[in-house]
């Protein structure tokens, strides 16, 4: 029996192209405040199961080399997807939409993903059994019934 296959949904590689652009060098969050928030990731494609296609909006620090940072988003989100989703060759368009004043960061061609780790359980603890003492035997009671009092009056 083979598995079924695997779906990735739209929302789930939005959120990995945000963090692949994070990641870059250069570029900066933009908060709502002055309009749309930055960066914006459009992932659009025809069915659940057709490549898709990314549109990232971007703001950089300035002076930082714009297209350099702008082409290590492009590699970074599609590296990210490739590494992470296994969805390879992904068309990304990047466009800088925002110049924030910043430290200037050198462009690299190398951008890599981090490294995944998986949580260590430390050894566990060989548990003792709980002793208590055997319960007491229930004794029986009875419950008299109470007549209503009549007042005087």
């Known amino acids: 029996m083979t598995p079924p296959p695997v779906t990735i949904t739209d929302r789930a590689l939005t959120k990995l192209a945000k963090a692949a652009v994070h990641s870059v060098p250069g570029t900066v969050r933009v908060s709502r405040r002055a309009g749309r928030s930055l960066p914006r990731i459009d992932v659009r494609r025809d069915d659940l199961h057709s490549p898709p296609t990314v549109e990232a909006f971007i703001a950089v620090t300035w002076p930082s080399p714009v297209t350099g940072v702008a082409e290590n988003v ?71 019934r109470i007549e209503p009092r009549r007042s005087h009056g």
């Open 74 to 144: 492009a590699a970074a989100i599609s590296t990210w997807f490739s590494a992470y989703a296994g969805i390879h060759d992904v068309p990304v368009n990047v466009v800088v939409t925002a110049l924030n004043h910043g430290t200037r960061f050198a462009a690299t061609h190398e951008i890599q993903p981090p490294e995944v780790t998986h949580p260590q359980v430390p050894d566990h603890q060989v548990l003792m059994p709980i002793v208590t003492a055997p319960p007491r035997p229930l004794k029986p009671i009875a419950i008299r």
